[in-house]
């Protein structure tokens, strides 16, 4: 802790100093650096010298050159280095390209390459490109047409029971026309007169002296149906249900998957006899006439869609609590949900599971088609990318998977032999990672959900790769200090959502886990009708605000240790603003007084 704060008093040095001042102060902050890392044992001193000078200590010194420079410490342009990942099979180089925090909410979004180019859409619909070899980022001025003005303005965007954040962009590819163009191709959530829609468009994309721009209006071919009827669901949307994923067959259609919005669990009943409509299958679908077909049917929320070099079609879903699935898709085959699924349902509080309310024999998948590879525990499974069987990059991986995944901040790489997975390798990235492509040159390019793109690269075919320089950041600073400037309950509540929302509710209804309405100073399990974990029960006393940091970060290093949650690795403001946001909730007939 004492080193931490040296740091930073010569950080802050490096802003009323000279240079020679700063040069020295680098050289303290490397001294420094290398003592901690010799003394503590994590790694020797070389090691330690090539930790902090590609990592920690290049940042450092950006940031005192540039305040000697007189120039501010949020610069327009950043230095990115390559860092090694090694694999039983290859080495890895990776970078970590941000592309900013321009949104207050919204996961999901895309990558898609047009002439070496980058672009990117954020799960708000915004939409950024990143050219590597100009160095350059820009966002664009056009959106995705999600109608997000006109969902601010309905009941639901203030409710507790909706997660702003789920209501999202779900993929995007970009596509040859028939007039020697391209079409850029986006589903995503649409909002008109209550009602929520997967809507399938695609709008004109060209590069015009080096800058990739929109052209001509959005053309919508597809809408899902039925729709979900907010009023109906009180404002409750599993817009993280949704599918929404593309894939391009040779003749120009289109395959879509479509989620089960959360009815497969919901109202199962309505899915014995076939999905509701277009819910839980897989789509062709023609976008010049926008005719569809139902290619399969079965599915939960199938995340990863993409085809191999013999033709096949591989997809990847999330289950419920297991029984995550990776499926080698068959035209006219059923893959089981909502009756079955290797995985159960989550239970309440200390229970652990329940049942799938229509399989025979939980646990298992007996019925209908069964998936090529499930995951116990679930992963999160996510974008799905094939590598050739002729590559030259990574030709060690030739003919493997990559099944990217969230929870599991990991790419799979799953080795297949004869339609069945022989073996997959974990491969961590620490990232939730969102969506996968392989690039032209054989690169890849992952989208996560920590607004970075992450590149991955060959260096025994590639060469060991430059570091890169990226600029245009300046006009990224400027909307995040604006957005930062309008944090306010609305911001407390979006972090609620995302990082406790999905199993705690703030309104004195329990949920997977219990309310957490005012949470801070309310004694420890207080909910006498919520079956607490035996790490909470008849504990003596009142969350306190360093407390509840230290359970969220690892509740078995609190002193629970055999707590149903799981930690989260995310930053004290944000826990801070999860628990302003749950302390402001005040529920009279559950308050506990004490």
Request: net charge negative; glycine share 12%.
């Amino acid at each position: 802790m004492n080193t931490i704060r040296i740091l930073s008093r010569l950080l802050a040095r490096g802003n009323s100093t000279g240079e020679g001042a700063t040069q020295r102060s680098i050289g303290l902050i490397a001294a420094l650096v290398a003592g901690v890392a010799l003394m503590t044992g994590i790694v020797g001193f070389a090691g330690a010298a090539v930790v902090y000078e590609t990592g920690l200590m290049s940042r450092i010194k950006d940031r005192l050159l540039a305040a000697d420079a007189g120039t501010p410490s949020l610069s327009d342009a950043i230095s990115i280095e390559w860092h090694t990942v090694q694999t039983v099979l290859e080495t890895l180089q990776v970078a970590e390209v941000p592309v900013g925090h321009v949104e207050d909410a919204g996961n999901g979004g895309g990558i898609a390459e047009f002439g070496g180019k980058l672009v990117f859409v954020t799960g708000h619909g915004s939409l950024g490109v990143i050219d590597p070899e100009a160095g350059k980022i820009r966002y664009l001025p056009d959106r995705i047409p999600m109608n997000l003005e006109g969902l601010k303005s309905h009941s639901a965007w203030d409710d507790d029971a909706f997660f702003r954040a789920w209501f999202r962009v779900h993929h995007m590819r970009i596509q040859p026309n028939k007039e020697s163009g391209h079409h850029l191709y986006v589903s995503y959530n649409h909002f008109e007169n209550g009602t929520i829609c997967t809507r399938l468009s695609r709008v004109g994309i060209s590069e015009i002296d080096g800058d990739v721009i929109l052209e001509g209006q959005w053309d919508t071919f597809y809408e899902s149906e039925p729709c979900v009827n907010l009023e109906k669901r009180g404002n409750v949307f599993y817009g993280t249900q949704s599918g929404g994923r593309l894939l391009f067959e040779n003749d120009g259609t289109v395959l879509l998957t479509v989620g089960d919005y959360g009815f497969g669990a919901w109202t199962p009943d309505q899915f014995v006899d076939g999905a509701l409509g277009d819910w839980s299958t897989l789509l062709r679908i023609d976008p010049e006439t926008g005719e569809k077909q139902v290619v399969a049917t079965g599915f939960r929320n199938p995340q990863g869609l993409v085809a191999d070099d013999q033709g096949r079609i591989w997809s990847t879903e999330h289950g419920p609590k297991g029984g995550d699935e990776l499926n080698l898709v068959v035209e006219g085959v059923n893959y089981g949900w909502p009756v079955e699924s290797y995985g159960v349902e989550y239970g309440l509080g200390a229970e652990p599971r329940a049942d799938l309310p229509l399989n025979p024999d939980q646990g298992r998948h007996r019925i209908h088609q069964a998936p090529i590879l499930a995951f116990m525990p679930s992963v999160g499974l996510s974008g799905l990318a094939f590598l050739p069987n002729d590559t030259e990059v990574f030709d060690r991986w030739a003919g493997d998977l990559l099944l990217g995944s969230l929870n599991g901040n990991s790419i799979f790489r799953a080795r297949v032999r004869d339609n069945r997975v022989v073996y997959s390798e974990r491969i961590p990235l620490g990232h939730r990672l969102r969506d996968i492509i392989r690039l032209e040159d054989g690169q890849l390019a992952v989208w996560t959900d920590s607004r970075l793109i992450i590149l991955i690269r060959d260096p025994d075919v590639q060469g060991e790769g430059e570091e890169l320089l990226i600029s245009g950041y300046q006009p990224i600073h400027e909307i995040e200090a604006g957005l930062a400037a309008a944090r306010d309950t609305s911001w407390r509540r979006e972090v609620f959502q995302l990082h406790c929302g999905q199993c705690h509710t703030v309104n004195g209804e329990p949920g997977i886990g219990p309310s957490l309405h005012s949470i801070e100073g309310r004694k420890i399990g207080a909910d006498e009708y919520y079956p607490y974990s035996t790490a909470l029960q008849g504990v003596d006393g009142k969350w306190s605000r360093s407390w509840l940091r230290a359970f969220v970060r690892n509740p078995e290093a609190a002193g629970f240790s055999n707590s149903a949650m799981q930690g989260l690795a995310i930053e004290d403001y944000l826990t801070d603003a999860a628990i302003d946001y749950a302390s402001s909730k005040s529920v009279e007939e559950n308050k506990t007084t004490d």
